[in-house]
């Protein structure tokens, strides 16, 4: 329950603070876990020194990645978000270790692909608003020598979500 209301709320806001996405995340994967089994490993770490009630991000943008690597890409069931900070903004990384970005294979638990759509338009739609530094939004495959998937995300300490 505190899992739905809260998606009805996060998902009506362009924009919520770190902390809020990243308690939701959290409790996203608590959910998860007793689906995939509890030998799931997650890790959700903040590097020190920011504050993430302060920091403002789009709504979703963990959020959709992290269900994406749990629904797609767990192999050995592990999962990584990591926040760090960046000259003039954060670094947002989320990581699987699932059989990596394969945009182009349909798999059985392929999905409508609804969420990263929304992403994009909504960062496309923001991104139009802010003029100077701009979110960026990447996924690849991991470049660490390991199979998986990682999502990059930076975003600017000074962005506007006013539309």
Avoid at 77 to 105: A, C, F, M
Wanted: hydrophobic residues 35%; aromatic residues 8%; charged residues 25%.
């Amino acid at each position: 329950v505190k899992y739905l209301r809260r998606s009805l709320e996060l998902t009506e806001k362009l924009s919520v603070s770190l902390q809020d996405e990243l308690d939701f995340v959290r409790t996203y994967i608590e959910l998860e876990r007793g689906r995939v089994g509890e030998e799931f490993v997650a890790t959700v770490t903040v590097e020190d020194g920011l504050d993430a009630t302060r920091i403002m991000i789009p709504s979703m943008i963990v959020q959709i990645p992290v269900e994406n690597a749990i629904k797609h890409g767990l192999a050995e069931k592990e999962l990584s978000v990591y926040v760090s900070r960046e000259t003039n903004g954060i670094r947002i990384t989320v990581t699987d270790n699932g059989r990596g970005y394969l945009p182009q294979v349909v798999s059985a638990t392929w999905g409508t692909g609804t969420g990263l759509k929304v992403l994009y338009q909504t960062i496309q739609l923001l991104n139009t608003k802010n003029k100077s530094d701009k979110i960026r939004f990447n996924i690849t495959n991991r470049s660490d020598g390991q199979t998986g998937t990682e999502v990059s995300v930076y975003i600017p300490f000074r962005f506007s979500y006013d539309l």
